[in-house]
């Protein structure tokens, strides 16, 4: 038996914020700082290893996504993907850049690097991959890892239409301050679901205010990334 997908996650009821944990001093999210982080990493554990219970019929997969921290003179800043409305997968939901490993792939760091230039044009020539984060399993079976990487200010963008609909910056401070970290839960068939969502408003592409609701995955593995930074 498979759990029913969350349609419209922004319905779920908010149970509270996490505002009772200190954000991450920005002195640690400079370009150096995060360096010299993923380079002698602290003893830690990610608070959320995947989804929960897999679906049992599907065969384990290897993926990678790209965490892409864009270095700005005035702070650094989360490169985000929000994919296109028609997709059979988590249409229109925000994601790092990412997929399945290829069997060309020389290792996750490849695969991370090869789904970003396809998925937005970003071209490895302005990446700095600088670590990753412990493997997050989603409940399709998808065993991901997310690659950590510096971006230099400068690029452009080329977005494969069919697959992504726009990408943005959210300040990484914004991310890394669990005040803005919302915990969600609601019951179905008997058992309980969480998930945590980030919610960010600026301008969208067109210019006009939107909400970007940052949610399920990838706002798990943002929050991975909060703890391995605060440990």
Not at 69 to 85: N, S
Not at 154 to 179: K, S
Request: charged share 20%; glycine share 8%.
């Amino acid at each position: 038996m498979t759990r029913p997908p969350i349609l419209d996650p922004h319905a779920v009821p908010v149970l509270g914020t996490d505002a009772h944990l200190p954000a991450v001093d920005p002195a640690r999210l400079q370009p150096d700082a995060l360096r010299l982080r993923f380079a002698t990493p602290p003893a830690w554990q990610p608070e959320i290893p995947g989804d929960g219970r897999q679906f049992p019929e599907r065969t384990p997969a290897h993926a990678s996504v790209l965490v892409p921290l864009v270095a700005h003179g005035a702070g650094t800043t989360v490169l985000l993907t929000r994919r296109t409305d028609h997709l059979r997968d988590h249409a229109g939901q925000i994601s790092f850049p990412g997929g399945r490993a290829e069997a060309h792939d020389a290792d996750a760091v490849a695969t991370a690097l090869r789904e970003a230039e396809e998925e937005v044009g970003l071209d490895r020539r302005q990446v700095d991959v600088i670590g990753s984060l412990p493997h997050y399993t989603t409940v399709t079976g998808f065993i991901v890892t997310p690659v950590v990487a510096l971006v230099r200010p400068g690029f452009e963008l080329t977005l494969d239409p069919f697959e992504v609909a726009e990408a943005f910056e959210v300040p990484m401070g914004f991310l890394m301050n669990p005040a803005h970290h919302q915990r969600h839960a609601f019951e179905l068939g008997g058992t309980q679901r969480r998930f945590l969502s980030m919610p960010w408003m600026a301008a969208g592409a067109d210019g006009m205010p939107r909400q970007y609701f940052i949610w399920g995955a990838t706002a798990a593995m943002l929050r991975n990334l909060y703890g391995f930074l605060s440990a």
